[in-house]
């Protein structure tokens, strides 16, 4: 008796301890939009923001480093990121997309977050960098809090890796040969 009410117990909690993001390897990730605030554009040396849509994706290998606003989680890939960047991709056919989940940050530095993704845009205004107030990718695509998600995506938009949490050495090369085998 005991038995059956522990596994019991345990199947309805296990929705509530799993987290099953929403993506999927060869399939789009799911259409999501960001209105609040958006993607960071540099216009006359100040920030602009304007709506983004994951529909944007496709027609460059990306990837897309979805990540909490908070310095751990921006922490977590930087490997990956450095190793993105010392590879030197054609930028007519590659794109690293950075969404920050603002909604996603510890009590109180929100607005640090933000001031900190518009100092990354003016730094590198070629890189695309979307700032999620709300968290809608997020809470889209059931990504885990306070964590990192890495996603790499064909030139037409189908997901060829996914992985949330640190990534090791091995998933990193892994990781570089898509892009490269991508272009």
Known sequence: ??????????LCASPILGFAHTITLEQTVPNVAIAKHGELFVENKDIAYKEWNSSQLPN???????????????????????????????????????????????WGTGSFVKSSAEDSKIEFPWSSIVLDKNGTVAKSWQLQEESSAIIVLDNEGKVLFVKEGTLVKDEITQVLSFISSSL
């Open 1 to 10: 008796m005991k038995v059956k009410s522990l596994t019991a117990l345990i």
């Open 60 to 106: 460059k290998v990306r990837v897309i480093q979805a990540i909490a606003g908070r310095k751990s989680a921006k922490k977590m890939n930087a490997d990956l990121m450095a190793a993105i960047t010392a590879s030197k991709f054609p930028a007519d056919r590659y794109q690293t997309t950075t969404i920050i989940n603002q909604d996603d940050a510890m």
